[in-house]
């Protein structure tokens, strides 16, 4: 699949999306449209944005940013090759296991009240933090 | 031509055969023309599921391996009208047929037959590739439990990448208190993960086992609340609309507490 993955012509670099600043911003990127099931696997250098969910036993590992308009339950990495800029942003963020760069994190043991929104996964001050994503300003 | 629709799992054990029985007698029931295959080669079991071991000659191999005729291999079940079974080799294993000799004998079968149900071995491999290869549909069947419900999870994904799109769910074992008590994924926790359409909700239910050991189904049984789930399925596979029956098996007594003022 990785290896079909037309190159995306470069948009200006001042029009970045907002919180983004990893280096991958403008670089490939691939639309996966469809859920990600268990067993399965999507392995890019660059940027993937999935129409779908990731769901548990499912795999996503990016060089660049990891896009999810569904729910996360699977494993994500993005950075995976060290950018620790990367972000992980989902419709509802309950990952078993999210890294970012050599950064990981795993879900609490015990049951967690996630939240029904839009939230992004991102190094902060060393640490991997998943906050609610909103438009507009730095996090 | 017939439907062929196969039963199908990924983790063992949740009720495939126990499904694919009570289905063909439900359909066999209604008047249909019914052939199960049973695709579990070596581990053959839908024949005892049905009482029917004691009359197998020929075995599926046999008539892929041209030793016999598909009408010399097909049993007459002995209570139902209408429906039949080509049993599974014990004796040999899954190598003995190849996906090409299985797609061509559901398509002799379904010439013959309006519904044509495959019970699939557990598991993904060679088996599980057998048992799809002439299918039309899929049913997946799950438990409750997590395990299960990431075994089924892949099973779709890979029904899926063989063009066997929308498969339709049967959640077996169903305990209700158990849900209730948080102990037990939900209906709504599964069909959030798997995103498929919900064909029926099967209750445990101890007449399972006691119609299962006397070579009869529970479908037939008017007052089992499993066989209730299975009729109702039956009727859905057949296009009609009936909505999901009540899984709390208190109802009655909840009602009644109602009533007399204890909630
Ligand atoms: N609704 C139910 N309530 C109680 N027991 C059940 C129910 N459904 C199935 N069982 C029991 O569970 C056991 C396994 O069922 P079954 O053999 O149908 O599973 P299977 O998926 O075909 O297994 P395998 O993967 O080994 O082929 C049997 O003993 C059966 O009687
Ligand atoms: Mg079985």
Redo the contacts with the bound molecule.
């Keep these: 699949m990785a290896s079909e993955a037309k190159k995306e012509t470069p948009s200006s670099p001042e029009k970045t999306l907002t919180g983004i600043k990893s280096n991958f911003i403008d670089s490939n990127t691939i639309l996966v449209q469809r859920t990600l099931r268990a067993g399965q696997k999507i392995h890019f250098n660059g940027n993937v944005v999935i129409l779908g969910d990731v769901n548990p036993g499912a795999e996503v590992v990016a060089a660049g940013n990891i896009i999810v308009m569904g729910n996360v339950r699977g494993v994500v990495h993005a950075g995976a090759e060290g950018d620790t800029q990367a972000v992980v942003m989902a419709f509802r963020l309950q990952p078993i296991q999210l890294r970012i760069a050599n950064h990981i994190t795993r879900s609490p043991d015990e049951e967690e009240m996630s939240g029904t929104y839009p939230e992004v996964a991102h190094i902060k001050d060393g640490v991997v933090t998943i906050e609610a994503f909103s438009t507009g300003g730095e996090r | 031509m017939g439907e062929v629709i196969v039963v199908t ?1 990924g983790k ?8 694919t029985a009570n289905l063909g007698v439900g359909l066999a029931a209604l008047g249909h023309k019914v052939a199960l295959i049973d695709a ?1 080669i070596g ?1 053959r ?1 839908l024949d005892v599921l049905l009482g029917l071991e004691n009359r197998i000659v020929y075995d599926l191999t046999d008539v892929t391996g041209g030793r016999c005729r598909l009408k010399q291999a097909l049993i007459k079940d002995k209570h139902c009208e209408g429906l039949h079974l080509l049993p599974a080799s014990q004796t040999k294993d899954k190598t003995a047929v190849n996906p090409e000799e299985m797609k061509k004998l559901c398509q002799d079968i379904a010439q013959e037959f309006e519904y044509v149900i495959v ?1 699939c ?2 598991g993904i491999e060679q088996g599980f590739r057998n048992a799809i290869a002439g299918a039309d549909k899929a049913i997946v ?1 799950t438990t409750p439990e997590v395990a299960a419900v990431r075994d089924a999870d892949r099973i779709i994904g890979l029904l899926e990448a063989a063009e066997l799109r929308n498969p339709k769910l049967i959640i ?2 169903f305990r209700y208190k158990m849900v209730q008590q948080k102990d037990m994924m939900s209906i709504e926790d599964i069909i959030d993960i798997l995103a498929v359409d919900l064909l029926g909700v ?5 007449q ?2 006691v119609s ?1 050991n006397k070579g009869e189904s529970v479908i037939q049984d008017e007052r089992s609340r ?1 066989g209730q789930a299975f009729r109702n399925i039956v009727r859905r596979i057949k296009g009609e609309a009936i909505p999901l029956m009540n899984l709390n098996q208190n109802g009655m007594l909840n009602k009644l507490r109602r009533i007399i003022g204890l909630k």
């Excluded at chain 2, 063992?12 to 499904?19: H, Q």
């Excluded at chain 2, 099967?202 to 101890?206: A, L, W």
Aim: charged share 25%.
């Design positions: 799992s063992g054990g949740v009720g495939k055969t126990t499904t579990d581990l079991n019970d071995p557990a069947v077996n074992r099967v209750p445990e239910d101890e399972v086992v299962t499993s």
